[in-house]
C-alpha cells in the first residue's frame, strides 16, 4: 500500500507500523462519574467495518508522525489522510 | 510462410547450413527456428548426455533428442512429457543443477538451456522408465477424489504413527539437497508512469507507443525471448516477419533510456495501489551467477498505471488417456516447430474444436512433418491441405506406454478407426490470462463468442488489460489495442502520446464451438495432469455434493498443484457446470491468488538469511568484550556479553559467581547501553512524563533521578525505568532493553494523539550514548579517578538517586546517575557513542586497582535477583503495579495511562499475587524459573495453584538457590514454607516464603 503523508507525500506502507481503530485518539476523563465504564469501551470496543475505516498509522521509519489513515477495508483504497495531530485538536484534545 | 521465417536473419537458424549437420542425434530437429546455430551445447538428463542449441529450453532440446517422457505424475506416476511450450506447464517437472544449487519442481519447458546443464527426473524410482509408485496407478479406483478425507479417519490413533509417515514419504514431487545455496538473490525498487506485463505484440505495440511518448516505461516478459505468440507463429507483421518486427521493436525499445525491457522477468502479483512484484531471474541461464552477481531479484515495481498483456493460454480436450506423452496444446507444437525448430515425432496428428488447430497441422505440413490425421469435433469444419481431415470426430482413446504410439477415432459416421501418430497436437480453444486481474477483487466474466472468462469486475488499481489477455486474439487487435491501451493510460497521466499507423497483420475470427470432454470411454480422461485428476474425479465431486467451484478444487486438488490449474481449472468446471445443469458463468472460476508462478524462497528472503537475517547490534563496548573473551548473548537485535571466562573456569557459573562477589566486595563494570534511552524536553516535559508514568514526576528536583513505573492502558505493568531531570524541561527516560522502540512508540503517541498540544519533545537517544554501570563499594573511589576534579562526587555532593551533566578524562562530555540495578553503591555514567570503547577501556584501568571486574548479563541477573528487583520476567503482560508491590505507587491524584483501569475489582482481589521471595528449605535444592507454587499439604492441581515462580539463580552471596515470584498474599505469608513443583519434570521442592530483598534488605549499601 501507498500513503499519502501530508507532510512527505506518497510513502509505502512498509514505512510504517499500524496501531488500529482512531477512536483511540478519544481517550475518556478519569474524573467522569463513569470513567471506568467509558475506558472499557475505550479500550475494548471497536467497530469492525466493511468499508470506510479510520485508523491510526504511524511513520516510524520516517518523520515520526502519526497519521490517521480512512481506508477501504474491503479495496484497501485509501480515501483521506490526516495528521493524527490536526484530529486530535479537532476533537478537542487541546488543553 | 516457413521460408519466410528460415530468411528473418541474425535471429533465425540458417547459418550453418545443412539439415544434416543440424541434426546429429537430434532426430527431431527441424529447419528454421529461432534457435541459433554455431557450437551445440552440452547438457545431462537423468546422467545421459544430450545436446541442444543455445535458445533452445530444456524441454525443447529433450524433444529434439527424441525424449518424450520427461516426469511421472503426482499421484498415480504416470508417465508423462510436456503438455505445453510454457510456464503453464503441468507435467514436465524437473530437478536442476545439484548440490546446493538443486532445484526441484522446475519446469524444462522454460528451463533456458545453457552448456553444462544438469536436470534429472524426479518423483519416480529407481527411474523414470520404471518406477516402483507407478502401482498406485493399478490401484486408481481406490485413489479417487476424497481419498484421503475417506481412508484416514480411523482409527485416530493410526493418524500419528502410521497413516502421516506413510503419506509424507509418498507427498511431494522433487527433494531438495539440503545443502546450503550458494547464491545471493536480491530485492530491488523500480518506478515507472506504465508497466506493461507482457511482450507479445499487445505489449511490444504499448512500450513502444509509451516510450515514444517519453513516458517512463517498464516492460516485463517471463520469456529471454521478446515476441510472445510472434515467435510461435509463422504469420509476419507488415513487410516482416514476426520475428522480426520483434526484433525492431526490441531495438527502438533499447534506444530509449526511458523505457526499461526486462525479459526473464514474472510479474507475480498485482498488490495495492498500482505495486506489482517481479522475479527477474538474471542467473539461471548461466552456469552459475558472475562473482557477487543474484541469481535472482525481487523486484518491488511502483506503478501508476499498468497494462496486462499477458497473452492468453491454450486449454486441451479430455480424453481416455489424453496424458501419454505425445499428447500436447496444438499451439505448444507449433511453438516448438516455429521457433525452435524442433517435432515431438515425426507422425503428428490435430485433435481441435476450433480454427486455431488447423494452423498447427499448416505449420507441420509445411516443415515436413507428416500430420497423419486432422481430427476436427465440428461437422463443419474448414479444409485441410496435406492431411486428412475428420470433421465430426473425436479421439476416444490413446495407445502407448511410455510415449504415443496411436489414437483411436470415434468418425462422425460411429466407425472406430486407429490413427498411427508419436504426438497428438489438442487444442480445446484458447483462456485468456486472467490471473493478475483477480489478484485484488476482479471476477472474470465469461463472453460466449469466445467461449471463455475475460477480465471484469474490479480490476487492480490503474490496471488495464489489453490483447488476448482481454479476449482479442488476432495480431491486429492486439496491436490496436497495445497502442490505444498506451494512449489512454498516459493521458489520465497528463502525457500526450500517438498511436500513430499500424502494421498490417491477420486479423482472422474466432471459430470456436465449446467442447471440453470426450463423453464415450471407461477409463480415465485426465484434466489436471500434476494432481492426477480426472473427468470422474470431477463426477465423484458432483455425486457427494461437493459442487461449488472451491469445494471441487478442495475435495479433487483440481488446480491445486504448482501449475496452478493454468491448464486444466476451465475444463473441471465446464464439466460441473453440465453435470450441476447450470451455465459457465453461473458456476464461476476459482480465485486466482499470488504468485503467477512458482517463485523460490531464496528470493523472498533476499539478504535476509543466516547472520543477516536481522541486524545484529552491538554494544560500544563490544571489540574490547571480545578481546576479553566475553561470551556473548542475543538479546533482542543486540549482541551483550552474558559472562567474562578467566583461566581455569571451566563452569559459566564459576565465571558468574566470581563477578557477582567481586562487584559486590570491590566494583564491576557492565556495559548497559541497551537500555531504552528517550530525551524529553519542553515546557511541558514533567506534566508529560506525569501522565506516561504511574508515579508522580512534576515534583522531581532538578539533578535528581526516579523510578518509574508504566502501565498499559488496561492497567497491567508495561515497562519501567528511570527519568533523570537535568533542567526544568529536560529529563532523560530509560526504558528496557526489549521495550525501548515500543515505549517511544507509545509516548509519541500520548504526545501527539492525546495531548497534542503539551509543549514537549521528544527523540530517542539510545544508540547516542555508551552506557556503563559501575557498582559496588569501591566504585566511586573509581569513579573519582576518572571524573574530572570540579566534579564533587562526594556521598554529600552526589547522593543517591543523584544525577548530573560532568565532564571525563579531562573534558569529554558525560552524565552521571546515581542509580542502582545491583542494591551496591552504584553509578551509570553515559558518555557519547565514539567514545564508549576508550571509556570501558579506562574505567578498567581506573578500576585495576580495585580488582575491578567486568561483569555480564548473567551476573546482572543474579545481582537483581538477589535485590527482588523486578524485569521482564516479572512485568510479563499480566501482572499489575499491586502485584509488584507497587500499588500504592500509582497515583491517585493524577490522570496517567492504565491507573483508571487499574482499579478495577477484578485486579484488587484481597487474595491477589503478590511479588515475593523464596529460599528453598534443603539448601542443596534448586529453584526453578516456572515452578507452580501450592501449599505445604494438599493436592496439586490448578484449582489449588498459590502462584509461580518467576525467577531463579544460585546466589553466591546467600550459597544457595534462590526465587521470586508471584504468590497468593504473598506478602502476608513469610515465612510460610510452601511447594515448588514442576509436573513436568516431576520435580517437587519445599521452599519457604521470604522478602524478596535477600542482600542489604534495608539498602544502607545504596545509599553509602
Redesign the interface.
Given at each position: 500500500?501507498?500513503i499519502n503523508h501530508p507532510i512527505l507525500g506518497p510513502r509505502?506502507s512498509q514505512e510504517f507500523?499500524y496501531?488500529g481503530d482512531a477512536s483511540?485518539?478519544d481517550?475518556?476523563d478519569?474524573?467522569a462519574d463513569n470513567?471506568?465504564d467509558q475506558?472499557?469501551d475505550?479500550?475494548y470496543l471497536r467497530d469492525n467495518p466493511a468499508g470506510a475505516h479510520r485508523e491510526?498509522w504511524?511513520h516510524?521509519q520516517g518523520d515520526?508522525?502519526?497519521l490517521v489513515v480512512t481506508r477501504n477495508t474491503?479495496?484497501?483504497?485509501?480515501l483521506n489522510v490526516e495528521?493524527?495531530?490536526d484530529?486530535?485538536?479537532a476533537r478537542g484534545?487541546?488543553? | 510462410m516457413s521460408d519466410v521465417m528460415v530468411n528473418a536473419g541474425s535471429v533465425a537458424f540458417q547459418a550453418d547450413g545443412s539439415t544434416g549437420a543440424r541434426k546429429g542425434v537430434q532426430v527431431n530437429r527441424l529447419d528454421g527456428g529461432l534457435i541459433k546455430g554455431g557450437k551445440p551445447l552440452s547438457f545431462t538428463f537423468d546422467g545421459k548426455r544430450f545436446k541442444g542449441f543455445e535458445g533452445d529450453t530444456l524441454a525443447s532440446a529433450l524433444l529434439a533428442n527424441g525424449v518424450r517422457l520427461m516426469g511421472r505424475s503426482f499421484k498415480y506416476h504416470r508417465p508423462r512429457g510436456p503438455l505445453t511450450s510454457g510456464s503453464e506447464e503441468p507435467n514436465a517437472l524437473v530437478e536442476l543443477r545439484s548440490g546446493g544449487r538443486q532445484e526441484p519442481n522446475t519446469r524444462a519447458t522454460v528451463a533456458e538451456l545453457y552448456d553444462g546443464l544438469e536436470a534429472n527426473s524426479q518423483n519416480c524410482w529407481p527411474s523414470l522408465q520404471h518406477d516402483f509408485m507407478a502401482i498406485n496407478d493399478r490401484f486408481s479406483n481406490f485413489l479417487t477424489a476424497g481419498f484421503y478425507y475417506k481412508t484416514f479417519m480411523w482409527p485416530a490413533a493410526f493418524w500419528e504413527k502410521l497413516y502421516e509417515p506413510i503419506i509424507r514419504k509418498a507427498a511431494g514431487l522433487g527433494s531438495i539437497s539440503f545443502a546450503a545455496d550458494p547464491d545471493a538473490y536480491d530485492k530491488g525498487f523500480l518506478h515507472c508512469d506504465l508497466l506493461v506485463i507482457g511482450a507479445g505484440p499487445t505489449g511490444l505495440m504499448a512500450a513502444l507507443t509509451a516510450g515514444r511518448a517519453g513516458a517512463q516505461v517498464i516492460i516485463a516478459d517471463e520469456d529471454f525471448l521478446l515476441g510472445g505468440r510472434l515467435n510461435a507463429e509463422t504469420f509476419g507483421i507488415g513487410d516482416l516477419t514476426g520475428a522480426a518486427w520483434v526484433e525492431q521493436a526490441q531495438a527502438e525499445l533499447a534506444s530509449m533510456p526511458n523505457v526499461r525491457v526486462m525479459p526473464r522477468t514474472t510479474i507475480i502479483g498485482a498488490f495495492d495501489h498500482g505495486i506489482y512484484g517481479a522475479v527477474e531471474r538474471t542467473a539461471d541461464h548461466v552456469l552459475a551467477p558472475e562473482a557477487g552477481k543474484p541469481r535472482q531479484i525481487l523486484w518491488r515495481i511502483y506503478s501508476k498505471r499498468a497494462m496486462l498483456a499477458a497473452g492468453a493460454t491454450e486449454r486441451p480436450i479430455a480424453f481416455e488417456n489424453n496424458d501419454r506423452p505425445g499428447v500436447m496444446l496444438a499451439g505448444a507444437v507449433r511453438a516448438y516447430a516455429n521457433r525452435w525448430a524442433v517435432t515431438p515425432d515425426q507422425t503428428v496428428a490435430v485433435f481441435t474444436n476450433n480454427d486455431d488447430g488447423h494452423r498447427t497441422a499448416a505449420d507441420l505440413i509445411a516443415k515436413g512433418v507428416k500430420v497423419t490425421a486432422v481430427i476436427d469435433t465440428r461437422a463443419d469444419a474448414p479444409a485441410v491441405e496435406g492431411a486428412e481431415l475428420f470433421a465430426g470426430a473425436q479421439v476416444i482413446d490413446t495407445r502407448g506406454r511410455l510415449g504415443l504410439e496411436s489414437v483411436r477415432l470415434r468418425l462422425a459416421s460411429g466407425i472406430t478407426r486407429d490413427v498411427p501418430c508419436g504426438a497428438l497436437a489438442v487444442s480445446g480453444g484458447w483462456n485468456p490470462n486472467v490471473h493478475l486481474t483477480c489478484h485484488q477483487r476482479g471476477r472474470p466474466a465469461w463472453r460466449e463468442d469466445i467461449a471463455a472468462f475475460v477480465p471484469a469486475g474490479e480490476l487492480p488499481q490503474n490496471m488495464a488489460v489489453a490483447g488476448a489477455a482481454n479476449g482479442d486474439f488476432s495480431t491486429a487487435a492486439a496491436l490496436r489495442a497495445g497502442a490505444d491501451g498506451a494512449v489512454a493510460a498516459l493521458s489520465e497521466l497528463g502525457i500526450e502520446a500517438k498511436a500513430g499507423e499500424l502494421p498490417e497483420a491477420e486479423d482472422a475470427p474466432i471459430n470456436v464451438t465449446p467442447f471440453w470432454y470426450v463423453k464415450e470411454g471407461k477409463g480415465r480422461a485426465w484434466l489436471d495432469q500434476q494432481n492426477d485428476v480426472t473427468v470422474k474425479d470431477v463426477k465423484l465431486a458432483h455425486q457427494e455434493n461437493f459442487r461449488s467451484v472451491e469445494h471441487l478444487k478442495r475435495y479433487t486438488t483440481l488446480g491445486m498443484a504448482t501449475d496452478q490449474g493454468k491448464t486444466s481449472n476451465m475444463g473441471g468446471l465446464a464439466i460441473m457446470a453440465e453435470l450441476a445443469g447450470k451455465q459457465i458463468p453461473e458456476v464461476g472460476t476459482t480465485m486466482f491468488r499470488p504468485p503467477y508462478t512458482p517463485v523460490s524462497f531464496g528470493v523472498m528472503a533476499g539478504r535476509s538469511v543466516g547472520e543477516e537475517f536481522r541486524p545484529t547490534r552491538k554494544t560500544p563496548s563490544h571489540k574490547w568484550a571480545e578481546e576479553q573473551g566475553a561470551v556473548f548473548v542475543e538479546v533482542g537485535q543486540w549482541l551483550r556479553a552474558q559472562w567474562f571466562p578467566k583461566a581455569g573456569e571451566t563452569h559459566w557459573r564459576q565465571s558468574v559467581d566470581r563477578e557477582v562477589l567481586q562487584t559486590r566486595n570491590s566494583v564491576g563494570i557492565c556495559d548497559v547501553t541497551t537500555l531504552g534511552k528517550i530525551d524529553v524536553q519542553g515546557k511541558d516535559a514533567a506534566e508529560f512524563l506525569n501522565k506516561m508514568y504511574a508515579n508522580a514526576f512534576a515534583k522531581l528536583p532538578v539533578g535528581k533521578v526516579r523510578y518509574g513505573l508504566m502501565l498499559r492502558e488496561d492497567g497491567i505493568a508495561y515497562d519501567d525505568g528511570t527519568a533523570a531531570r537535568f533542567a526544568e524541561d529536560h529529563f532523560v527516560v530509560t526504558t528496557t532493553t526489549a521495550n525501548a522502540v515500543l515505549v517511544y512508540r507509545n509516548m509519541e503517541f500520548a504526545r501527539q494523539c492525546l495531548f497534542p498540544d503539551m509543549d514537549v519533545q521528544l527523540i530517542s537517544t539510545t544508540e547516542a550514548w555508551a552506557q556503563f554501570a559501575v557498582a559496588g563499594p569501591n566504585a566511586r573511589k573509581l569513579l573519582q579517578k576518572v571524573v574530572d576534579p570540579e566534579f564533587d562526587i562526594s556521598n554529600e555532593a552526589f547522593p543517591f538517586m543523584g544525577c548530573g551533566e560532568i565532564t571525563v578524562a579531562g573534558g569529554c562530555r558525560a552524565r552521571l546517575f546515581r542509580i542502582s540495578f545491583s542494591g551496591e553503591l552504584a553509578y551509570e555514567i553515559a558518555v557519547p557513542t565514539r567514545y564508549g570503547d576508550a571509556m570501558i577501556r579506562k574505567l578498567m584501568e581506573a578500576g585495576e586497582e580495585f580488582g575491578a571486574v567486568p561483569y555480564g548479563t548473567e551476573a546482572l541477573g543474579v545481582m537483581r535477583i538477589e535485590k527482588g528487583h523486578a524485569a521482564g520476567n516479572e512485568l510479563n503482560g499480566t501482572t499489575s503495579a499491586l502485584n509488584l508491590g507497587m500499588g500504592r505507587m500509582v497515583s491517585k491524584k493524577k490522570d496517567c495511562i492504565g491507573n483508571t483501569l487499574s482499579e478495577r475489582e477484578g485486579m484488587n482481589q484481597e487474595d491477589a499475587l503478590k511479588l515475593v521471595g523464596f529460599k528453598p528449605v534443603n539448601a542443596a535444592d534448586p529453584v526453578q524459573a516456572g515452578a507452580h507454587l501450592m501449599n505445604a499439604n494438599g493436592e496439586v492441581s490448578a484449582a489449588t495453584d498459590q502462584g509461580y515462580i518467576t525467577s531463579a539463580a544460585y546466589s553466591p552471596v546467600l550459597g544457595c538457590s534462590i526465587g521470586i515470584g508471584f504468590l497468593k498474599r504473598g506478602d502476608s505469608r513469610k515465612g510460610e514454607v510452601i511447594r515448588a513443583v514442576n509436573p513436568l519434570e516431576g520435580k517437587e521442592i519445599q521452599v519457604e516464603v521470604v522478602s524478596a530483598h535477600f542482600v542489604d534488605p534495608e539498602g544502607e549499601r545504596l545509599r553509602g
Open positions: 500500500m501507498i509505502d507500523t496501531l483511540l485518539i481517550r475518556p478519569w474524573q470513567a471506568a475506558f472499557c475505550y479500550l491510526l504511524f516510524e515520526r508522525s502519526w474491503v479495496t484497501h483504497e485509501i495528521l493524527a495531530r484530529v486530535a485538536r484534545r487541546s488543553k | -
